[in-house]
């Protein structure tokens, strides 16, 4: 039997459960061995329930900085 050394570095997130369930996927069928990982992961975020975090949006520049910005880049520009 052959065992993997302790590694460094950061945990998997992956759950035993989760790995179970993608190794059923790809086992069942001939059909489950030709999806991508992409495909996989829809399906199985589907299942857990589990949603895509969307990114934080910066707040625009207010028009007083902005008219700072242009006076000192026009200062130090030339």
Known sequence: ???????LGRPSKQI???KTILETKI???RYGREK????????LSGEARL???K????PG?????KEQCL??????AF
């Open 61 to 65: 520049l207010l028009a007083e900085v």
């Open 55 to 58: 990114p934080i949006r910066k």
């Open 1 to 7: 039997m052959l065992a993997d050394k302790p590694r």
């Open 71 to 76: 006076k000192w880049c026009l200062k130090f």
């Open 27 to 29: 086992r069942v069928d």
């Open 16 to 18: 035993d459960e989760t």
């Open 36 to 43: 991508t990982c992409e495909q996989l992961a829809v399906e």
């Open 51 to 53: 949603q895509k975090t």
